[in-house]
């Protein structure tokens, strides 16, 4: 297997959640032990560069804690409000579908950690500035943020640039 038979594992259900959303369903890739190792290994890039690995719930723990488990690096992870238990800090978001936040522990990251964050999708890109925020205020170095999809026709990457002009972000496929 390539890693583009790895990648056609991954189908599109139509209106899921929400009417007019075409879901990414990497359930399919998760599956396959060979796809899901290839993947793996791409998003990791160059573990050298970094020593933990931001996980995004829900869909981004899973691919986060392979690729920390496989890099041998920490896993830190960014969760949905009221669910650590531990002193937080948070930052909301709007969503393709609906608005949320996320949340840290506030001493999760220390301040000079070489971390990657990481998600399943990048969409509108408001989570994942959310969780650049968060990082930020932490003390984090942000090595890159780094996808396994881009849905380009929702300049999710555009908007984390006009940010962020300096952060690497890198997707394993586009459409
Ligand atoms: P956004 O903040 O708009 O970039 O949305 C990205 C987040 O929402 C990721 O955590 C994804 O898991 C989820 N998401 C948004 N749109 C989709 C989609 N079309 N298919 C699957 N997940 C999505």
Same mark, same amino acid.
């Given at each position: ?7 056609? &594992? +991954?189908?599109? +259900? ?26 793996? %290994? ?10 933990? +690995? ?22 830190? $992870? &960014? ?12 930052? /909301? ?5 609906? /608005? ?7 001493? /999760? ?42 849905? %380009? ?11 962020? $002009? %300096?952060? /690497? ?7």
């Amino acid at each position: 297997m390539q890693l583009d038979d790895a990648l056609s &594992l +991954i189908r599109e +259900i139509p209106d899921f959640p929400l009417p007019g959303i075409l879901f990414k369903d990497i359930t399919p890739l998760l599956g396959d032990a060979q796809a899901l190792s290839l993947v793996t %290994n791409s998003l990791i890039g160059d573990p050298s560069a970094f020593t933990h +690995i931001v996980g995004i719930e829900a869909r981004g723990f899973i691919l986060a804690s392979a690729m920390a488990a496989r890099a041998e690096k920490g896993f830190i $992870p &960014l969760r949905k409000p009221g669910k650590l238990p531990h002193a937080t800090i948070s930052k /909301s978001y709007g969503l393709e579908y609906g /608005s949320d936040a996320l949340e840290a522990h506030i001493d /999760s990251i220390a301040p000079g950690c070489k971390i990657i964050i990481v998600d399943d999708v990048l969409a509108t890109g408001g989570t994942l500035i959310a969780a650049i925020e968060i990082a930020h205020d932490l003390g984090a170095e942000i090595v890159e943020v780094v996808v396994l999809f881009e849905i %380009n026709a929702l300049q999710g990457r555009q908007r984390i640039l006009e940010k962020y $002009p %300096n952060i /690497s972000v890198r997707a394993v496929v586009t459409d």
